[in-house]
T-cell receptor, first 115, second 110 residues
Framework: AQSVTQLGSHVSVSEGALVLLRCNYS??????LFWYVQYPNQGLQLLLK??????LVKGINGFEAEFKKSETSFHLTKPSAHMSDAAEYFC?????????????FGKGTKLSVIP | ETGVTQTPRHLVMGMTNKKSLKCEQH?????MYWYKQSAKKPLELMFV???????ENNSVPSRFSPECPNSSHLFLHLHTLQPEDSALYLC?????????FGPGTRLTVT
């Protein structure tokens, strides 16, 4: 079984400051990892994903995340926050084996951007 | 239309009503999902339909009944709901790995 922990249910940053949203996972086999963003009254939109290969993955809107196996982490970063980044962010994990259709989501981190 | 669509976007229903939520995916995926998203609670997987498996979350009450007539359409039939069932209901589809979500149906049970 796999699980995801997002540290901090609410993070506030100033516009132009670094964004760092933390995600730790547990998985018995190599995981596939994802970050999703959700704006109010909308569905979840895929930001980026890690499956295999390069451990630093780049996504949309200037976000990136680094898979660190030794730390079982997949933290999301963006060098400079923009007002439009204010949303809720979800980290998710699934198993890389065949027949794996289920994602396990973290509880989400709500990002506020202060002008 | 592209992606995953859901209708209706908003639904208000009484506890004695019967209604259905519809989801359609235009991505050629072979798996579809229903999730429930309540305020201050984690995203809850309700049902999964795929070529290889159908998975039901055993904690989902029987007043929620899914139907998947083909790989592109998914329904969630609702009857005799309770006020605590008010939430955002999200549909998603996938081939394998990442899931693509619809905009959701905001359900209010009065």
């Amino acid at each position: 079984a796999q699980s995801v922990t997002q540290l901090g249910s609410h993070v506030s940053v100033s516009e132009g400051a670094l964004v760092l949203l933390r995600c730790n996972y547990s998985s018995s086999v190599p995981p596939y990892l994802f970050w999703y963003v959700q704006y109010p009254n909308q569905g979840l939109q895929l930001l980026l994903k890690y499956t295999t290969g390069a451990t630093l993955v780049k996504g949309i809107n200037g976000f990136e995340a680094e898979f660190k196996k030794s730390e079982t982490s997949f933290h999301l970063t963006k060098p400079s926050a923009h007002m439009s980044d204010a949303a809720e962010y979800f980290c998710a994990v699934t198993l890389s084996g065949a027949g794996s259709y289920q994602l396990t989501f973290g509880k989400g981190t709500k990002l506020s951007v202060i002008p | 239309e592209t992606g995953v669509t859901q209708t209706p976007r908003h639904l208000v229903m009484g506890m004695t009503n019967k209604k259905s939520l519809k989801c359609e995916q235009h991505l050629g995926h072979n798996a579809m999902y229903w999730y429930k998203q309540s305020a201050k609670k984690p995203l809850e997987l309700m049902f999964v339909y795929s070529l290889e498996e159908r998975v039901e979350n055993n904690s989902v009450p029987s007043r929620f009944s899914p139907e998947c007539p083909n790989s592109s359409h998914l329904f969630l039939h609702l009857h005799t709901l309770q006020p605590e069932d008010s939430a955002l209901y999200l549909c998603a589809s996938s081939e394998r790995g990442e899931q693509y979500f619809g905009p959701g149906t905001r359900l209010t049970v009065t």
